[in-house]
């Protein structure tokens, strides 16, 4: 695999374009000075934030910190009430996976619409930082879950924090059990499928009339549990995800590791896949948004879906 250049970590110098606060123009009579309204400047962020580049990124920009755990819960990592980063919302994560609930379709473009407007995103560029529990390595693959999804649904500014919630406490950050208002957006979105894999895509590979190639991305244990599809390859997701804390593996690490799964990323499509979708996303994440091969996508419904659609296990099973 041809290595692609990085993405830089978020250093402590942000690149801003900044306009000026006011423009004047003169009136056609009274010529006085006409106040416009100020221009808020964005900074572009990379996939991770560590938790203090997410403090110097609210020094200089309005991020849209998204929080995706449960409201409450009686462990407190899981729980949005028990603590969470001043100023973040709270969207769990299930709803996000309540989109793709029927096994055999995708989302439609309102419903998708629906949730963007209940979470209160614009599409005015600003950052937005998704906060997961990071009570397990599981967890980072919900992150990038919604990554994908926000990014399908056109959202190009958009980051994890690395670590997640723990990850902000442990570096003795300010939390607050003063949950925030989301004010309901009237943002319109499409669906993107450049990154989803379909049923009838990996069918097509089953069938040997597409030469796509499928990454299983779970665990051994998974994978003993329940068989993969036939020619696939291997990228256990939990082994670029460090540690209790959910935290991605160094950048040389996730490199390491796509190599040695011997796909051909240059030149062939990728299609991840697992049980859920949850660590599909994972391998998804690092192959496309860190490592920057471009034709990666994940196939949302993954394994589960297809038993619960039962023709189409038949199909891979017979």
Request: aromatic share 8%; net charge neutral; proline share 5%.
């Amino acid at each position: 695999m041809q290595k692609r250049k990085f993405l830089a970590l978020f250093a402590s110098s942000l690149a801003i374009s900044t306009m000026p606060a006011f423009a004047q123009s003169r009136a056609a009579i009274s010529f006085e000075a006409v106040p416009v309204a100020p221009v808020v400047p964005q900074v572009q962020v990379p996939p991770l934030l560590g938790p203090n580049d997410l403090t110097s990124l609210m020094s200089v920009s309005t991020p849209y910190v998204l929080d995706i755990r449960n409201k409450k819960a009686k462990r407190a990592l899981y729980s949005y009430s028990a603590g969470h980063i001043p100023g973040s919302v709270n969207v769990p994560y299930g709803e996000f996976r309540a989109l793709w609930n029927d096994p055999l379709s995708v989302p439609s473009d309102a419903d998708l619409s629906a949730l963007i407007q209940r979470a209160g995103l614009q599409s005015d560029g600003a950052p937005i930082v998704i906060v997961h529990s990071s009570a397990g390595k599981g967890n980072f693959g919900s992150a990038a879950f919604v990554y994908w999804t926000l990014k399908s649904a056109g959202f190009k500014n958009l980051a994890i924090l690395n670590g997640g919630i723990k990850g902000w406490k442990d570096a003795k950050l300010t939390v607050t059990k003063k949950a925030t208002k989301i004010t309901p957006s009237a943002t319109q979105v499409t669906l993107n499928t450049e990154w989803l894999a379909t049923h009838e895509d990996v069918d097509a590979v089953l069938d040997g009339t597409s030469s796509a190639q499928l990454l299983d991305a779970r665990p051994l244990h998974q994978i003993m549990e329940n068989a993969s599809l036939d020619g696939s390859f291997a990228l256990n997701a939990e082994e670029l995800v460090a540690g209790a804390g959910a935290t991605a593996v160094d950048d040389n690490s996730i490199f390491m590791r796509i190599k040695k799964a011997d796909l051909d990323w240059q030149y062939t499509d990728v299609i991840t896949y697992c049980n859920n979708g949850a660590l599909a996303a994972v391998d998804w994440f690092m192959a496309s948004e860190i490592a920057e091969i471009p034709n990666v996508r994940i196939y949302a419904h993954s394994l589960n879906a297809r038993q619960r659609a039962q023709s189409l296990w038949n199909k891979v099973s017979n």
